[in-house]
């Protein structure tokens, strides 16, 4: 590496310039043939001049005398070109790859017009920076998958939106193979800029490499292991139409249940899953199986909450034999969770007969209430030939829920109604439950004296029942204790207790059985403002004022009209 | 650090010539009573000696329906062990409670007057 050498070559190679053969060497400096970063050094019609040690490494070819395009890439030889005319763009800076490394260069020019292009190697920033932004992108496609997934709790519209989103990011084709149901299997297709589309088939899932494994929830076998050509045709989706390249096998793992396995297949005219991509796709994987699962056990849950409170809505009652029956039931505000209040109305065969009015109230919610909810209606329903005794009743009725597993007990009222002439009969028996009230037609409000233990308990139940009659206009209250014991008010926590109920009946004296119940479920609604609350169960039983039924008919009430039909 | 609020049950149990007396403060209902019948069973099981398991009432502030379901498993838990079961201190809630339900015989009674005493619910 000759520095007085440096010059001289130009003397004879260049023409129609001014020439200084010492020029280059004195501008230059003798530091720079040792510096660590790659320095060249070229005339103004692009000849090189020279190199040091570090563009050696670089161009190991090039003598003095080159053409500069023959031997750097065009983008230094162009910036060259322009910085030479003395058209620099700003400070003359560019940068571009040489080989598979990345450089900034340079540029400052020499007395006699050559120019002394330094590069920095910048390799490694870049490489730094493009790895960041890969995995800023990985990041915040994750997030997305996620939100886009955990927003619908739909199972299908869940599969779907992860094969979508396994096209638009991963693969040319992706198929997510859902956990059998008996043989079959819920497939679902997507391809790349074409339709979702889904199909229920019954598929062997040992036919591709990894699959029956995927499905079980193991690790995923690596895309280099599954021969594309192996697999069957079923796997692709019908407008994917070229070969298989390579094939991904991905486990969608669930809360401890597989939720399906994720297909992905990219043609032999596209790259193959490199580490990182079979990397990202399992982290891809277990985001949608995260959502896939939470979406499965929503629906699973959602569909028995549905065919348990179908049992367990509370019917419409009406008149039945010249009797007044309303009733209103508010399920708690804790939607996912069935409260355990419940009443029915058994009507007598004939007008003569008792009708049996049942409401109870089961300790406890959710599952465990509903299903000791459905035991007691069903076991009333199967008792009704019995139930002009009510104490037998209720003993068999607690023989029938008594468990040596739990306490779970239920309180409930039972009262037998029958119209006599203008006055309805009433035999009511309390089972641990409150006693109904009655209100007379002045507004007296009076406490019903039965009392009786709780059903499902105790290994002896007992009860004591109270004859009631009503005459035209008084109401006979059933209800449960999340009347009572509603919490609101003006301080927010305070009961809305028996004196108050009692306080609100006096002034429904006279009012049909459905403003009745109206009334309470309105105020105690109101008393409870936006806090939550237990199960309300009310069940009202009037005898209806034969001289006012006018004025009870024209409020629109379906019990009232009916009895004016009746009537 | 943070204050937690304090827990909507606390039990307190002690050990003496009595027996177990498990103080019960605080709300028992739906979601605490499973706590209190998990802990009567242990210390019965871990004191096989105690004659008797005394309920102390006297900070009770709450019960409802799941608390009394509670209780009726405490109390037959109690009587499978022979012990017998005393409610102490009962607050005018629980008392209400145990007589709306027709509970107070049962739950009180003695093991030798087996549950015969509890047929009287007038």
């Known amino acids: 590496m000759g520095r007085v050498r440096g010059a001289s070559p130009r003397v004879f190679g260049t023409s129609g310039s001014p020439v200084d053969p010492r020029s280059a060497a004195v501008s230059v400096g003798a530091a720079w043939a040792h510096a660590p970063y790659p320095v060249i050094v070229a005339d103004r019609d692009g000849g090189l001049v020279e190199l040091n040690a570090a563009a050696r490494l670089l161009w190991s070819q090039a003598v003095r005398g080159d053409a500069l395009w023959d031997t750097v890439p065009a983008w230094l030889a162009e910036a060259h070109g322009r910085f030479a005319d003395g058209v620099p763009d700003g400070t003359g800076e560019v940068s571009g790859a040489v080989a598979d490394r990345f450089f900034e260069a340079h540029p400052t020019p020499a007395d006699d017009g050559d120019v002394v292009w330094w590069l920095i190697d910048d390799t490694d920033r870049r490489l730094a920076e493009a790895a960041l932004a890969g995995a800023r992108q990985r990041s915040a496609l994750l997030a997305d998958v996620s939100s886009q997934l955990l927003s619908t709790l739909n199972v299908t519209r869940c599969m779907e939106a992860t094969a979508r989103m396994a096209t638009d990011h991963l693969a040319e084709a992706a198929l997510l193979v859902a956990p059998p149901q008996g043989r079959r299997h819920q497939l679902t297709y997507a391809y790349r800029g074409g339709p979702v589309s889904q199909v ?366 009746n009537g | 650090m943070t204050d937690l609020p304090p827990p909507a049950l606390r039990l307190t149990v002690t050990h003496g010539a009595l027996g177990l007396t498990v103080d019960v403060s605080g709300d028992l209902d739906l979601d605490t009573g499973d706590h209190l019948v998990e802990t009567v069973t242990e210390h019965l099981a871990r004191h096989p000696e105690a004659p008797a398991v005394r309920l102390d009432f006297g900070e009770l502030s709450w019960i409802d329906s799941g608390g009394l379901s509670a209780l009726l498993m405490v109390h037959r838990r109690a009587r499978t062990a022979g012990r017998a079961l005393f409610l102490d201190r009962r607050p005018a809630l629980l008392e209400r409670l145990l007589r709306q339900t027709g509970t107070l015989d049962h739950l009180t009674a003695r093991p030798d007057q087996d549950d015969t005493a509890g047929a009287d619910a007038t």
């Not at chain 1, 002045?442 to 233990?453: I, P, Q």
């Not at chain 1, 009692?502 to 049909?512: D, F, I, Q």
């Open chain 1, 200 to 565: 229920t088939a019954p598929v062997d899932v040992h036919a591709v490499p990894g699959l029956a494994e995927a499905l079980q929830g193991f690790p995923p076998v690596p895309a280099r292991w599954i021969d594309p050509a192996s697999l069957p045709s079923w796997v692709r989706p019908a407008d994917f139409t070229e070969p298989v390249g390579s094939v991904i096998v991905a486990p969608l793992p669930g809360h401890g249940v597989p939720a399906g396995a994720l297909i992905l297949l990219r043609s032999s005219r596209e790259q193959a899953f490199s580490g990182d991509e079979e990397l990202f796709a399992r982290l891809f994987a277990a985001r949608a199986g995260a959502a896939l699962s939470a979406a499965r056990l929503y629906t699973e849950q959602a569909s028995i909450t549905a065919t348990l409170m179908r049992e367990l809505l509370p019917p419409r009652l009406e008149n039945v034999h010249g009797v007044e029956y309303a009733g209103a039931y508010r399920p708690s505000r804790d939607n996912e969770r069935i409260g355990g209040d419940f009443y029915d109305v058994h009507p007598g065969t004939g007008p003569t007969e008792e009708t049996l009015v049942v409401l109870g109230d089961v300790a406890g919610k959710g599952l465990d209430a509903a299903v000791l909810t459905g035991k007691i209606r069903n076991t009333l329903q199967a008792l009704l030939p019995l139930a002009t005794d009510h104490e037998r009743t209720l003993t068999l009725l607690n023989c029938a829920l008594l468990s040596s597993h739990h306490t779970r007990f239920a309180t409930l009222v039972l009262a037998s109604v029958r119209r006599l002439g203008s006055t309805v009969e009433l035999r009511l028996t309390s089972a641990g439950h409150l006693a109904p009230l009655i209100v007379r037609s002045d507004g007296t409000v009076e406490e019903t004296a039965t009392r009786g233990s709780l059903i499902g308990a105790l290994p002896k139940v007992t009860s004591a029942t109270a004859n009631v009659t009503l005459r035209p206009g008084e109401t006979c209250l059933l209800y449960t204790d999340g009347v009572t014991e509603a919490r609101g008010g003006p301080l927010g926590d305070e009961l809305f207790g028996d004196h108050r109920l009692k306080r609100v009946l006096a002034e429904c004296a006279g009012m049909p059985a459905e403003a009745v119940v109206e009334r309470i479920q309105m105020l105690t609604a109101q008393w409870v403002g936006s806090g939550s609350h237990d199960d309300v169960a009310t069940v009202a039983i009037s005898a209806p004022r034969g001289a006012d039924l006018t004025m009870a008919g024209g409020q629109g009430r379906v019990g009232s009209t009916m009895y004016r039909r």
